[in-house]
Nanobody, 124 residues
Framework: QVQLVESGGGLVQAGGSLRLSCAAS????????MGWFRQAPGKKREFVAA???????YYSDSVKGRFTISRDGAKNTVYLQMNSLKPDNTAVYYC??????????????????WGQGTQVTVSS
């Protein structure tokens, strides 16, 4: 059974940085794509960034230039480096993955595995 575990969330001041990690584990797993979503209070969950097995990346317009998604050599861990954080970036950040569909996806339904989320709070 595949498990996704996020880590790295916390409280940071506006303008600061955080790096989120998401590790996929369980039975042998090679993700076709992994991504990040977030859900702010009172808002629906939204796409943040994704990376495919081959290294193609895609970002939401709201984070381009500030956030960077990357993966480790084994391609079972994905990172989200968040710089120049803003208070409206406060949200629960979720890691997601799909085992065999490498197509870039920006919808919840484009992913089959989900983590439990990690809280990111950006103070003003």
């Amino acid at each position: 059974q595949v498990q996704l575990v996020e880590s790295g969330g916390g409280l940071v001041q506006a303008g600061g940085s955080l790096r989120l990690s998401c590790a996929a584990s369980g039975r042998t797993f090679s993700s076709a794509k992994m991504g990040w979503f977030r859900q702010a209070p009172g808002k629906k969950r939204e796409f943040v960034a994704a990376i495919t097995w081959r290294g193609l990346t895609y970002y939401s317009d709201s984070v381009k230039g500030r956030f960077t998604i990357s993966r480790d050599g084994a391609k079972n861990t994905v990172y989200l480096q968040m710089n120049s954080l803003k208070p409206d970036n406060t949200a629960v950040y979720y890691c997601a993955a799909h085992g065999n569909d490498e197509r870039i996806g920006v919808r919840d339904s484009d992913y089959e595995y989900w983590g439990q989320g990690t809280q990111v709070t950006v103070s003003s």
